[in-house]
């Protein structure tokens, strides 16, 4: 009788589930420690928040001022609080990639949205300042603006249905993006292939924004 060996079994994958609130200095610490003693290192950090979901019109026109802090203090403050938590690990670590997903609207010069493509073009400033800061530890600082991504939530707001269709027609792939379409540069950007790569700004939008 031929007996098959036994199929090796396949890796223990891990994962943690954490509620954070990106902007609180103390649950980011937490997020941080809690990280750590799950998988005893932080190697990797994608950084992708942003307000647009509550976001209204905000032309130069309007006077929203409790809008416009929102939105900037979520997208700006969060991603600093999440790499100053997270980069004292990584060079524990020897290893770091920092990904600070962007868009590509203030690449373009979006109207009506100005404090949410004033909060992404921060995004990507930060990105080179931390680039050239973290450099000699080893770890990488990289921006990936993409375009709106039609998602349900913004489907049922009529400014934003408006603007998505308009950004499509400005594609040389017209159609919707999805989060499928950045699995491939943000794998790229997290690996040792991508050492030598820093403070760059790599736009995945379907050649909406080209550079």
């Known amino acids: 009788m031929l007996l098959r060996p036994k199929s090796p079994r396949p890796p223990e994958r891990k994962t943690l589930g954490l509620q954070v609130d990106v902007s609180s200095e103390a649950d980011v610490a937490r997020m941080a420690a809690e990280t750590v003693k799950a998988f005893r290192r932080i190697d990797i950090l994608v950084n992708k928040r942003g307000d647009l979901q509550h976001a209204g019109i905000e032309g130069v026109r309007e006077d929203r001022r409790a809008e416009w802090r929102k939105v900037m203090d979520v997208t700006r403050s969060a991603l600093f609080l999440c790499c100053r938590a997270c980069t004292p690990h990584m060079r524990a670590g020897g290893y770091g990639r920092i990904i600070n997903l962007a868009s590509g609207a203030p690449l373009k010069g979006v109207?009506?949205?100005?404090?949410?493509?004033?909060?992404?073009?921060?995004?990507?400033?930060?990105?080179?300042?931390?680039?050239?800061?973290?450099?000699?530890?080893?770890?990488?600082?990289?921006?990936?603006?993409?375009?709106?991504?039609?998602?349900?939530?913004?489907?049922?707001?009529?400014?934003?249905?408006?603007?998505?269709?308009?950004?499509?027609?400005?594609?040389?792939?017209?159609?919707?993006?999805?989060?499928?379409?950045?699995?491939?540069?943000?794998?790229?950007?997290?690996s040792a292939d991508a050492a030598f790569l820093t403070g760059q700004t790599i736009v995945v939008d379907g050649g909406s924004a080209m550079l």
Do not use: C, W
Request: charge should be positive; aromatic fraction near 6%.
């Open 111 to 190: 109207p009506l949205f100005l404090h949410y493509i004033a909060s992404k073009g921060a995004v990507i400033a930060m990105t080179r300042g931390l680039a050239r800061e973290l450099g000699k530890d080893g770890i990488t600082v990289n921006t990936l603006p993409r375009d709106l991504l039609f998602q349900k939530m913004f489907q049922k707001m009529e400014q934003h249905t408006r603007q998505g269709e308009k950004t499509r027609l400005t594609r040389a792939i017209q159609r919707d993006e999805t989060p499928e379409d950045l699995v491939g540069t943000v794998s790229f950007l997290a």
